[in-house]
Antibody, heavy 123, light 106 residues
Framework: EVQLLESGGGLVQPGGSLRLSCRASGFIFKNYAMTWVRQAPGTGLEWVSAISGGGDDTYYADSGKGRFTISRDNSKNTVHLQMNSLRGEDTAVYYC????????????????WGQGTMVTVSS | SYELTQAPSVSVSPGQTATITCSGDELGDKYASWYQQKPGQSPLLVIYEDRMRPSGIPDRFSGSNSGNTATLTISGTQAMDEADYYCQAWDSNTGVFGGGTRLTVL
């Protein structure tokens, strides 16, 4: 079964850091780009970051540039999102999603989603 | 930055056709995808590459994309189709979502 399982969310103070992880199973992980998408309470979806299958290419929304770092470990079928200098507006459910685009490339649709992990930034 | 615009809400009677639109500058030159999200659930891909349906998505869901507008059409809308729908595209290696449309079936 194709599955994504996020972890690492929680409560963090403003200015703090958090590392989210997403473990994949059921598909050849290295062949697919991966994306993080977030959803603040009661609002819509916001694309956060993406990484190519090999990990060489990374992309960020303006909201996370300079603060967020996406990475992947293909030996462990895992993608990470390191979030630093967190702000209240980063409070959201964070989803990882598989990109169904050309082998290893970003730019496709997100055909598999995890269940999400909640990040709350508050003092 | 690139923006996709959706109407906040659409209402449809059961059995009728629901049309949800997404507008963006020269959107027709990009691939549009559509996601369905029900309360408390993760999003579900229902249309990709403008008009392709993933396995398991009923054929009452269809899509098109031309000019500045992508359209999701749900024919013979059922109560189970009530959800939030989001369009999505890529621009300059950045993913972009529309603000979402709440489909009410009444």
């Amino acid at each position: 079964e194709v599955q994504l399982l996020e972890s690492g969310g929680g409560l963090v103070q403003p200015g703090g850091s958090l590392r989210l992880s997403c473990r994949a199973s059921g598909f050849i992980f290295k062949n697919y780009a991966m994306t993080w998408v977030r959803q603040a309470p009661g609002t819509g979806l916001e694309w956060v970051s993406a990484i190519s299958g090999g990990g060489d290419d990374t992309y960020y929304a303006d909201s996370g540039k300079g603060r967020f770092t996406i990475s992947r470990d293909n030996s462990k079928n895992t993608v990470h999102l390191q979030m630093n200098s967190l702000r209240g507006e980063d409070t959201a459910v964070y989803y990882c999603a598989k990109d169904n685009g050309a082998v290893g490339a970003t730019g496709g649709a997100f055909d598999i989603w995890g269940q999400g992990t909640m990040v709350t930034v508050s003092s | 930055s690139y923006e996709l615009t959706q109407a906040p809400s659409v209402s449809v009677s059961p059995g009728q056709t629901a049309t949800i639109t997404c507008s963006g500058d020269e959107l027709g030159d990009k691939y549009a995808s559509w996601y369905q999200q029900k309360p408390g659930q993760s999003p579900l891909l229902v249309i990709y590459e403008d008009r392709m349906r993933p396995s398991g998505i009923p054929d009452r869901f269809s899509g098109s994309n031309s000019g500045n507008t992508a359209t999701l059409t749900i024919s013979g809308t059922q109560a189970m189709d009530e959800a939030d729908y989001y369009c999505q595209a890529w621009d300059s290696n950045t993913g972009v979502f529309g603000g979402g449309t709440r489909l009410t079936v009444l």
